[in-house]
């Protein structure tokens, strides 16, 4: 006795329903979450910083825009005109010790387990 059995499984519509297809919704979802838990860790003074990041149209990227960003991550002063030099003497940051130097690692060795909860959520509710 044989059973034949057909499975007509479109993949790219499952991925499509549950935010994970071509328009990469759940990518860009992503990058949000990323930015809204780096928040309380990104070094702040006046907020331009934390405020003036952007996310790639594709949601592959969160780029912090302003122009003392790199040092800023790095946790290294710089001096002179441009292109300046690190001096090599480390900055002081204002909100310390949770704001400060590569607040997107940090973030994540705090909050990766918040991160992966809100993506879960968000690709079960797509998928409904």
Do not use: F
Not at 33 to 38: D, F, K
Not at 41 to 57: C, E, F, N
Not at 73 to 83: D, E, N, T
């Amino acid at each position: 006795m044989s059973v034949n059995i057909k499975v007509d499984i479109k993949p790219a519509d499952i991925l499509r329903s549950r935010g994970l297809g071509g328009d990469n919704r759940a990518q860009k979802y992503l990058a949000s979450e990323v930015w809204r838990l780096c928040d309380p860790y990104v070094p702040m003074q006046q907020g331009a910083l934390k405020r003036d990041a952007i996310i790639a149209s594709d949601g592959s990227t969160l780029t912090y825009t302003r122009p003392y960003a790199h040092y800023q991550y790095y946790g290294k002063a710089m001096a002179g005109r441009a292109p300046k030099n690190y001096t090599g003497d480390d900055l002081d940051y204002h909100g310390a010790p949770m704001r400060g130097k590569q607040w997107d690692k940090r973030m994540l060795a705090d909050k990766s387990r918040d991160l992966e909860r809100s993506m879960d959520a968000y690709i079960k509710d797509k998928g409904r």
